[in-house]
């Protein structure tokens, strides 16, 4: 059976569909024990595409459904007319079934599907009480049998009928035009919806259940009032009020910075609690996981607040980059999802601070994406193959593919840039089109030649830039050096350069701006910030008029997706962390500067007391904690992410082999030593920060909170009482989640609080929010993610706790995923233990949720990063998978290239 699965689908070999679906006309018979579907498609032959002596037979997918009938222009079709494997319906020579011509046709099916026992979460299924569909990639074919590619677009009306008691909100895409009682049985009601515009089946939703909404309604740019609807649990109409002012937020500022407008009549979201991912554009009918949906102050802290405010704003912005303009396959996916994550991560910046909000996009690409990038599992943005296509929902895809986006508006400005989308989206409205067709028409409308540019689509692996600088004072001139380099991976092993749009600025001894001219350059005012073009394997470039040897800031506001490798010294990296003018770089600076420290400490064998301490962190700790002391209007939350170390999980990418243990020993030895060394001037931070007035989460207010809850970190390491009382005051009368949660993280991770007073913490905030799902999943992760030495036990005593269901995904992250992905020194225990403990749940969860299984796998992919024993367990444990007879497509695709 895994052989059969394990076949390979490669770009290459895609061709175009040999029949369209002009229109779906769908109807949805729901019972407790059994869905029938009733499918109604017309057909045509894709005569534009596909010659006549083609194939002739319609080949439609499908997945776990019994059909019941089967109808070719209204004749039921005998068994012998057709086939049905495990994977596809097909229908040989249609053409002389429909007396020897093309014409347009109908097929009606029937089918009988059971959601109550779809446990994968994929086609239509139940969560909870309510029914409700994920159909992205390939869902759709676990509802009805259909040519379910994305590039086969169609016009759909829906009718759902259902019990009144049990599901009186009955919902679909587009606009609602009819609705009714069933005929016979006043019991049954139904709702009919069209959605006027063609889409392809994976944008279909459906969702019936007992729900309620808060409503509003925007008003366009051209005067249209469009209809807001979020539906939720009764239980959670409290909290709804900050999704809905995202959305308008989002739908205005769309409206302004792209032109783009909404064009259905009504925008709906519900909230579902059973869900793989965050949430899905489906048209008209958003479908969220509730995480990313519902924010109260009482259960929400300030980072899921801005998580609801992304998302909301990433699924609204596909209504043009996704929906209205989709994918022509699967390999295009960095179309709809680096395009979209690009505009949710401007919107979010516009939002808020913009540098912090850079510098967390770039955490999660640096901690994460280049990981991937070094793993078996690496992949051009546009890959070249796939075994499972829901395994390439990846932080390459989405947030690399971003970068790509970024990297073209940078390259082309910002004027040409939102003239390319404007052409992107009036060549292509809908159509299902490729990444090609997204350049080409940046390039159009710019003028701008991206050809050697495309490299970055095609071509995986995280560039090296390698610089270096000569500076000659008798000519006044300075000289960059910068060679470029890829690493190899699976099956790519010569690259081609990249066109790397490097921002960079020079500092004088001063700290100030130097204009930079390039030798060449015609004359007119130099710029303080320029981009230079790296467009081959090395290259040089000369600034003239450099009065003295200058301090180079590189690679501002990350302008490439790239390893940069420049020999500062730590004294230059604390200069540009004081003075650089991009807040970017001064953020880079001190970053790089505590990892230099960090590597420095693990690779020596001194003991780690006082005396080999390194004080320019202290310098730099103290120079910051005085600055923010002393300018209240200072950001505060770029001062925290000043104030914090680089995380375990970025030091162990960075290294070769990673030395779990010393980076964890090391990190933790000097967060205790400036804890103890600056502790005076913590206390001032958290004591000059605290609440007043109602709760905001506006950017001031949550970046007050950030640093406040940074410095009382720092202070429980100290052990004092006083500061360990402080803790439990504000965990006991926080009036918010965002320092109730770190209250109790902080009581929890501490080496300084007794058993007693975890237990204790732990059992309060549990009988406080054991009625809320989501705030339970946070009382998981605190506990799973704790350094005690012993927490293994604790995380497998987790999994029988009455709050736990492994067929939940958000339970399944909130503990598996964040024992695993996230406490390193206890999923890393030498005993190879954390490893079986992940294998074991992967081959349990590969039963239920094949997607979830998958993605669990990523830390046991990483097995080269460490040392010969630990890679030996790690492997051993694939191996283990892998021998399974029956796994899942989605799983073997992964422990099969992780042994390769």
């Not at 032109?259 to 909230?271: N, P, S, T």
Request: hydrophobic fraction near 40%; aromatic fraction near 10%; charged fraction near 25%.
């Amino acid at each position: 059976m895994r052989d059969s699965q394990a076949r390979t689908i490669y770009l290459k070999d895609y061709r175009p569909p040999a029949f369209l679906v002009e229109k779906t006309d769908l109807r949805f018979e729901l019972f407790e024990e059994h869905t029938l579907v009733y499918a109604t498609l017309t057909l045509r032959r894709n005569t534009g595409e596909v010659s006549d002596s083609q194939e002739e037979a319609l080949v439609l997918q499908g997945q776990h459904l019994v059909l019941e009938s089967l109808q070719l222009n209204g004749r039921l079709l005998e068994d012998t007319e057709y086939l049905v494997d495990s994977e596809s319906l097909t229908i040989p020579g249609v053409k002389e079934q429909l007396g020897g011509t093309w014409s347009e046709f109908t097929l009606t099916c029937r089918t009988r599907i059971e959601p109550q026992n779809n446990t994968a979460l994929e086609g239509l299924y139940r969560s909870g009480d309510m029914f409700c569909t994920q159909c992205e990639a390939e869902g759709f074919r676990r509802i009805t049998y259909y040519l379910d590619r994305p590039d086969v677009m169609s016009v759909f009306t829906t009718t759902i009928v259902a019990d009144r008691g049990q599901y009186p909100v009955l919902l679909s895409n587009g606009n609602p035009v009819d609705s009714g009682v069933e005929e016979g049985n006043e019991a049954r009601h139904w709702v009919t919806w069209h959605d006027p515009f063609r889409k392809p089946c994976y944008l279909f939703a459906l969702v019936a259940g007992r729900l309620e909404s808060i409503d509003d309604t925007f008003v366009t740019a051209s005067g249209r009032e469009i209809q807001l609807r979020i539906f939720v649990e009764t239980k959670d109409l409290d909290k709804c009020d900050h999704a809905m002012c995202s959305l308008k937020n989002a739908m205005r500022w769309d409206e302004e910075v792209y032109g783009r407008e909404y064009d259905l009549d009504i925008f709906m979201i519900v909230a579902v609690d059973a869900f793989n991912m965050g949430a899905m554009e489906n048209k008209g009918l958003n479908i969220f996981n509730t995480s990313c949906v519902l924010a109260n102050p009482a259960t929400t802290t300030d980072a899921a607040f801005q998580r609801v405010e992304g998302v909301v704003a990433h699924e609204y912005f596909h209504n043009w980059s996704g929906n209205r303009v989709t994918c022509r396959d699967w390999f295009q996916l960095s179309l709809k999802e680096g395009f979209t994550v690009f505009r949710d991560s401007e919107f979010s910046a516009d939002m808020g601070s913009r540098t912090v909000k850079r510098i967390e996009d770039v955490t999660l690409l640096r901690t994460a994406q280049f990981a991937e990038d070094a793993g078996p599992m690496a992949h051009p943005v546009r890959p070249d193959s796939y075994m499972e296509i829901s395994n390439f929902y990846t932080l390459t895809v989405y947030e690399k593919g971003a970068e790509v986006v970024r990297m073209i508006s940078q390259i082309l400005g910002a004027e040409k840039f939102r003239q390319g989308t404007d052409l992107y989206f009036e060549r292509h409205d809908g159509q299902a089109v490729t990444t090609e067709d997204f350049v080409l028409a940046m390039e159009d409308a710019s003028g701008v030649d991206l050809s050697q540019f495309r490299n970055w689509y095609i071509q995986a692996g995280t560039p090296v830039l390698t610089v270096t600088s000569r500076y000659d004072a008798a000519e006044n001139r300075f000289f960059l050096t910068v060679k470029q380099s890829c690493p190899a991976t699976p099956g790519q092993e010569e690259k081609k350069p990249f066109h790397i749009p490097l921002r960079m600025g020079l500092l004088n001894s001063r700290g100030e701006e130097i204009p930079l001219r390039l030798e060449g350059d015609t004359a007119g005012p130099a710029a303080l910030d320029r981009v230079i073009h790296v467009t081959r394997s090395e290259e040089t470039f000369c600034f003239e008029g450099v009065e003295e040897e200058p301090v180079p800031s590189l690679l501002r506001e990350f302008s490439a997706p790239v390893r940069l490798r420049y020999d500062y010294s730590l004294e230059h990296l604390y200069f540009l962390m004081v003075h650089d003018s991009d807040g970017f770089n001064r953020w880079n600076a001190s970053q790089q500067l505590a990892v230099r420290i960090i590597q420095e400490l693990v690779a020596g064998a001194a003991e780690l007391t006082s005396d080999n301490f390194p004080q320019i962190l202290e310098r730099a700790f103290s120079g910051v904690l005085e600055a923010t002391l002393a300018d209240p209007m200072l950001d505060k939350a770029m001062v925290a992410q000043l104030l914090s170390l680089p995380s375990e999980s970025y030091l162990i990418e960075l290294a070769q082999p990673a030395q779990v243990d010393a980076i964890h020993r090391v990190r933790e030895f000097l967060c205790d030593s400036l804890a103890a060394r600056l502790e005076q001037q913590f206390q001032q931070v958290y004591n000059a920060n605290q609440e007043s007035g109602d709760f905001s989460v506006e950017a001031e207010a949550v970046a007050r909170r950030s640093l406040k809850n940074l410095a009382l970190g720092y202070l429980m390491r100290t052990g004092k009482p006083s500061a360990i009382e402080a803790c439990q005051r504000q965990f006991r009368e926080a009036s918010n989640m965002t320092d109730q949660h770190a209250g109790l993280r902080l009581l929890v991770h501490s080496s300084h609080t007794d058993a007693r007073l975890r237990t204790e913490a732990l059992q309060q905030f549990y009988q406080q929010w054991s009625h809320e799902p989501l705030v339970m999943d946070q009382w998981f992760t605190i506990q799973a993610t704790s350094p005690a030495a012993d927490n293994l036990a604790t995380v497998e005593a987790l999994l029988s706790h009455e709050k736990f269901n492994i067929r939940n995904p958000n339970k399944v992250r909130s503990v598996i995923g964040a024992f695993c992905g996230a406490n390193h020194v206890n999923f890393h225990r030498r005993d190879g233990s954390g490893y079986r403990f992940l294998a074991d749940q992967v081959l349990i969860l590969d039963k239920l949720n094949p997607q979830i299984a998958s993605r669990l796998l990523t830390p046991l992919t990483r097995w080269k990063k460490f040392d010969s024993a630990r890679q030996e367990q790690m492997k051993e444990q694939l191996q283990r998978i892998k021998a399974r007879s029956d796994l899942s497509r989605d799983v073997f695709e992964v422990v099969e290239k992780s042994t390769a």
